[in-house]
């Protein structure tokens, strides 16, 4: 996971500069269009990737190559989902983390199993669909300070 989030990082910095401007020709040129600050995040997270073993790194690339290869409309979802996993909180973060190491950790069947059972639920309730879809767009339209309060009140509610 560590090694995707890094992937997703190095990949996500540069997406996100691209979509501030039209994308100039080469990568020496995307870099160089870059504020220094963006730069110099981009040559540390460069420096990290290079500090890891060679296995790890060539699973990033293939990573990288594998979202390179998703529709478009995939490859956005992603970057949307990676804009809103950088505003959690570190806490909510290493939940999620944790979460996923969880179901990760799950035999291939009961993952799979867990998938289609959601997938099956979602398809014969369109009301809970529905539902799902109107509470993300709530989310989203909230402010920070909104947000952080109702995952403030989910802890304690989860706590008791």
Known sequence: MRTLLLSMLLWG???LAQEATPPPQTAAERFNALPEAEKQALREKLKAFKALPKEEQERIK??????????????QRIRDNLKHFMKLTPEERQELRQRHRAFRQLPPEERKELRQKLRQYLRENPEARERMRENMKRWRSLSEEQRQQLRERARERRQR
């Open 13 to 15: 910095a540069s997406a």
């Open 62 to 75: 293939a990573n990288l190559e594998r979202f390179k290869s998703l529709p478009p409309e995939d490859q």
